[in-house]
């Protein structure tokens, strides 16, 4: 199954091993990491806790719900009202009235000002330079790609690629207006932003798709090219004259010694009668 419930010393596990892709440079400029490191962080994790049963697939979703929670709780620190307690490790909030408008604002919730949130700092340096900065911080917007996939089904290929459209909020009104600013200052940018975001990631996939093809094209022809020569081998011979017995034990030589064969096709055809009965004696 994709789900599976996380430990505290999972998850703080996983972070870490995340952080150590970021310092091998398996983080694109998109910020997402490149293909295949979602397979490397589930082996990290089956070695460090050898009775687990994590998968790539739950390392990518494991991943996503820490990006949505800390983007979550970043856009919130970009908006005045709210605040980061350094001794209780969260998000405190000024009034009652701020936290009601930033829901309206803001209505799929990751994170609750007040609840411990330890791993943010660390989150920071892997996810921090995925999102927007200063008083139109958008981040929130990618928090709630679930929401807009409910709602809009339209480039459906770029869902492979872990991307959705922007969500449309709804504005408050009332005390809590200071909210409503930093979630609409920050829309045309944040549409901006995944745009170029999708665009990256399809050319980096391109391009490896791409390299991907050109080696298999050249094991290919590698292969033919072996097969042909080893079919050619038997005709060859019994060209030259060589019965079926001596075509057998020159053709098992040959396949124990690849140079022996390699010098065989190097040579003229006058040639190889004379080198292939100084192999059989």
């Not at 980061?84 to 009034?95: A, F």
């Not at 791993?119 to 921090?128: A, D, K, M, T």
């Not at 690849?258 to 006058?270: R, Y």
Request: with cysteine; hydrophobic share 35%; aromatic share 10%.
């Amino acid at each position: 199954m994709d789900k599976r419930m996380w430990i505290d010393e999972e998850t703080e596990a996983f972070v870490g091993f995340m952080e150590e892709c970021v310092v091998d440079g398996l983080k694109a400029d998109c910020g997402q990491f490149r293909p295949g490191t979602f397979e490397k962080l589930a082996l990290k994790m089956l070695e460090a806790f050898p009775t687990c049963t994590v998968t790539a697939k739950h390392c990518k979703n494991k991943h996503k719900r820490l990006k949505e929670k800390y983007q979550y709780a970043s856009e919130m620190l970009a908006c005045s009202g709210f605040g980061w307690n350094s001794e209780k490790q969260c998000i405190d909030v000024d009034s009652g009235d701020v936290l009601d408008a930033w829901m309206k604002a803001h209505p799929t919730k990751f994170y609750t000002p007040g609840k411990p949130f330890p791993l943010f700092h660390r989150l920071e340096g892997i996810f921090g330079k995925d999102r927007a900065t200063g008083a139109g911080a958008v981040s929130g917007f990618d928090a709630q790609e679930q929401v807009q996939e409910e709602e809009e089904n339209h480039c459906p290929s770029l869902d492979d690629f872990g991307m959705s459209a922007n969500v449309s909020f709804h504005e408050g009104q009332g005390a809590g207006s200071h909210s409503d600013a930093c979630a609409a200052s920050g829309r045309h940018s944040g549409k901006k932003r995944k745009q170029n975001d999708i665009l990256e990631r399809m050319v980096e996939q391109v391009q490896f798709s791409t390299a991907e093809q050109g080696r298999n094209a050249q094991v290919l022809a590698d292969a033919i090219s072996g097969v042909n020569e080893k079919f050619m081998v038997g005709e060859k011979l019994e060209q030259l004259g060589f019965d079926n017995d001596e075509v057998v034990q020159v053709a098992v030589k040959f396949a124990n010694n690849a140079q022996m064969e390699k010098v065989f096709w190097g040579l003229k055809d006058s040639q190889k009668s004379g080198y292939v009965r100084s192999i059989l004696n």
